[in-house]
DNA sequence: TATTAAAAGTGATTTTCATCACATTTATGT
DNA sequence: ACATAAATGTGATGAAAATCACTTTTAATA
């Protein structure tokens, strides 16, 4: 957790890879780049493609009619984004929107469903990426279930600091611009209700806003409310 | 959806694979019989196996300090049981129960992940198979927490009469024995307001009882409740 | 820096849901 | 078939959270 973007480094998907099969991986890939604000694909589409996220931040979500928005994912540098329902024809669940410019590897479906067929260590990989990003989302979302708002609300942050957290004096700075508006679509509650549990953790001296980013004080005191400790660090994550 | 063992039939991890494919398959596993309440792994514990169960329904779940309980999926025939996570070395995050007496097949960790290595084919398939359990199990939290209790239980309701449902005069029978506590726990609610949900359905004639089991009359209504359309129906599952 | 827009903060009100308490109905076993 | 247990049904009550309405603060930009 050095810095912004070493927190991802070690336990990313291409480092799983050997440096030959890394290689052999992006020569299937094209590099491409999108500008903040784009859409990478929507909700209902069919699946082409899985990209690897080389630089920038992009968001997986779902949305409703009643426009009610769903954050899932907030995907960083050495993530995986892409659902793997385009092995199995089935259309995509979730939105991608690209929040900050974003450089990406583009897999075709086609060329990728070969290469694991012919590579196993590559499909291996992917197989153990899944894993841990099938573990990571279940984890979430029974925290969400099971310890009402206040519980989501804690889980998030406790998230959002072990994927976006950088060392502060007084603890750790989850370092990205998050509205409490942002922080409400990621476990499906209103702002002032954000804003409510904000005021009390403030209160309570467990958390401060330094330089409009909030810094975590005293994480055991989330920690503990939600049991963490089984849980192992690599999959709390909000990627 | 002929009957209670074919729901899960065609879609089935095994007959992704060839003839072939499923013979070197089974030949790395071990067939074993386990009766009904054992627990076959526990949250928490390391992950040593992965089961394909071939008769019977494991239910697995995840439990919480002050005994909330909160039931995740009901397995059948064909299902795979156990995580991914043995690939990544992490703790089981699920309890896996046994309801129904069960014969399995059971793979050891070592020997599958060699498997995959040499065999691509059977790695895809695992892929696919894990693809739609993801989709599936993110769609099912969706709904549970942007729609209310009302839309769990709906949500709920369908899944089970796309997993477990036969044809019945007036509509879609669910053909297993549920409580209303059992539905209570699967979506995180008290099994007052199961009861209240049900009875309201009952009013409006969409749903009646028949011989013990919830038959749905009127799938449609629950369907427009949840926007559900775009909704891929494989993966509208309780499995 | 003045203006405007966006975000945060907060009380009041309403809705949803959990919990409690108890009656009634339905299953189950000897 | 009767006793007992299990499951269901339902009102009353309270807590949690959504919603509404508005003010204050902070950020963006012309």
Redesign the interface.
Known sequence: MKNLESSNENSSFLNQLTKEDQHILLLHGTKITVREGSILFF??EEAKYIYLLRQGQVRLS?M??EN?K?Y?HLKQKDDIVG??????E??L??TAEVITEATLIRFDRKNL?AL??????I??A???L??????S???K??D????GKTGAYYSMLIRFANSYGTPHPKGVRISIKLTNQDLAYF??TSRETINRMFNDLKKENIVEIDKGNIVIKNIEYLRKHL?CG???L??CTIS
Chains 1, 2 share one sequence.
């Open positions: 909700e209902g779902k409703t009619i009610k769903f899932l659902e793997f329902s385009l092995f199995n089935m259309s669940s979730m469903e694991f067929t012919q590579n196993g260590d499909a291996v992917f197989i153990k899944f894993a841990k990003n099938t573990q989302t279940q984890a979302f029974s969400l279930l099971l310890y476990i499906g049991q089984k849980c192992p690599q999959i």
